[in-house]
């Protein structure tokens, strides 16, 4: 459904449904961290390891130490603030660990079923049989009677969770809520009390090179702590349609997933979720103001609604900013609309550049999900978008996010022999139903343009076959760049393809 795209300009397809993604895995080299006691060597369970007598008491976290050496006036002021260069971290460690939880899940997993169409015998003959799966992962305490926020991906069809606190207590969890496309979930402890809470901090506050710790159950062995710094921040991962998320060198390993990253004054900051495979110090975690969005929703019903616009958006690259005379690549294209949504009612037309929502600036496309997201059915936002160079302002009635997809499917067969541009130069054929059938490109043209792809519009001008595509190249000028819209399946986007000078 929707491409997501990196910091790098590059062009990128998107659903007509701009939040609507499935909770994909991660990207190439990607990978969520669980850990899965017997397979493909993750690790071991939560119980195969003991963990070390913790020391439960509470230590505050030192201030700042003076600076040795009187500042120079000619220095900037420092934000405010300011994070110590050294802190205590054996205290922070032994204040955050009683917050911390390990978890065991158990889920069903079937054996193939070879070479039969219904799956109901395996190659030697035999039925394929039920087994018995363990997975081990971490969540931290968000109220003293017993929440606990993890990885949705942790608890994902487990049909047992078990929770273990840093004192070796045990209890039976159940899952009351999921949030599959932050990749969050809440549990609730049978018969918790009077537990230690975890405080939520400030994602936005955060800082690149700040101090944090993570505490989780990496491969099973218990409450682990390790040190790092904030690597980067708003990285995009190809993860789900709300990459957002906080990088850290912090060691993160399979276990891992749902454990809190502290900031120094103990605060949580994000939820370690994702490793880069081959990487060493390449962590990655959900920002904490995003659980705060959700986290009553989660609580009170289970389950998150989100707001809707109801169109498909892509990157501005530097040669879409150039086609549609944009001052900079800033913003998400608007390259369809749904008839009836909520951005058809609220007057957004195809071409339409997002540049800001709820006075949000959308410096890149895939910051336009997020931000809508944010607001709850039925709840009214104001879209700043530019259209024709002019920036105007328009309100849009949210609708309810629903989970769909729309894929990017081949088309049909041409109906009849390629012909060639002279001007795009591509291999062209009338497409059945209407519009312009690319058969071949190459060079450049090929970085935009795919075999299979219809070509519906140039330069805002309607093409319905190959004697109206040549009609509308001729009118370009020379050393220009045509801004073609193009259906590639169930998909429409809009592609920029420099004309020959």
């Known amino acids: 459904m929707e491409s997501k795209t990196a910091r790098r300009p590059r062009p990128s397809i998107s659903s007509l449904l701009p939040v609507e993604t499935r909770f994909r895995s991660a990207g190439a080299g990607i990978f969520l961290c669980l850990a899965i006691g017997g397979l493909a060597g993750c690790g071991q369970t939560a119980h195969q390891a003991t963990p070390a007598t913790q020391n439960g008491g509470s230590a505050a976290a030192p201030a700042a130490s003076a600076p040795s050496t009187p500042p120079r006036q000619a220095a900037a002021p420092l934000p ?275 540049v800001a929502v709820n006075g949000t600036s959308i410096a890149h496309a895939e910051e336009l999900p997020r931000n809508v997201a944010k607001n709850p059915p039925g709840s009214s936002v104001k879209v700043t978008i530019v259209r024709n160079k002019v920036k105007q302002e328009v309100t849009a009635k949210l609708d309810v996010l629903a989970d769909e997809d729309g894929d990017a499917r081949p088309a049909t067969a041409p109906a009849s022999p390629p012909e060639q541009t002279g001007k795009l130069g591509i291999g062209i054929s009338d497409a059945p139903g209407g519009g312009v059938r690319v058969e071949q490109a190459s060079g450049t043209q090929s970085r935009e343009l795919v075999p299979g792809d219809v070509i519906v519009e140039v330069a805002g001008t309607p093409v319905r076959d190959v004697a109206g595509l040549k009609a509308a190249v001729t009118r370009l000028k020379p050393g220009s760049i045509a801004l073609l819209k193009v259906k590639r399946g169930k998909v429409t986007r809009f592609a920029a393809v420099p004309i020959p000078s």
């Open 80 to 354: 405010p603030g300011p994070v110590p260069a050294t802190f205590d971290v054996a205290s922070l460690a032994d204040r955050v660990k009683p917050m911390v939880v390990n978890i065991t899940t158990r889920f069903q997993r079937v054996s193939s079923g070879g070479n039969d169409p219904f799956g109901f015998f395996g190659p030697d003959g035999a039925r394929p049989q039920q087994r018995e799966g363990q997975a081990a992962g971490t969540g931290f305490l968000i109220d003293a009677a017993g929440y606990v926020v993890t990885n949705e991906h942790v608890v994902h069809e487990a049909r047992e969770v078990r929770v273990r606190l840093n004192d070796e207590r045990e209890f039976v969890a159940e899952v009351v809520g999921r949030d599959p496309k932050l990749d969050l979930a809440l549990l609730k402890l049978q018969g918790a009390k009077d537990l230690p809470a975890a405080p939520l901090g400030s994602s936005e506050q955060l800082r690149v090179g700040e101090s944090v710790l993570a505490v989780g159950n990496p491969f099973g062995l218990g409450h682990t702590v390790t040190l790092g710094i904030v690597s980067a921040k708003a990285r995009t991962i190809d993860a789900g349609p709300y990459d957002d998320f906080i990088q850290t060198d912090a060691s993160i390993n399979p276990g891992n997933s749902g454990g809190p990253l502290f900031n120094w004054r103990g605060e949580v900051v994000g939820i370690n979720t994702a490793i880069r495979a081959g990487a060493n110090g390449i962590g990655f975690a959900i920002p904490v103001d995003a659980l705060k969005d959700v986290l009553p929703q989660l609580r009170a019903k289970g389950r998150v609604d989100r707001g809707r616009l109801g169109l498909g958006f892509q990157s501005v690259t530097p040669e879409l900013a150039q086609a549609l005379d944009l001052e900079s690549p800033r913003g998400a294209l608007v390259a369809e609309v749904e008839p009836g949504a909520a951005a058809a009612r609220a007057g957004i037309r195809s071409g339409d550049v997002i």
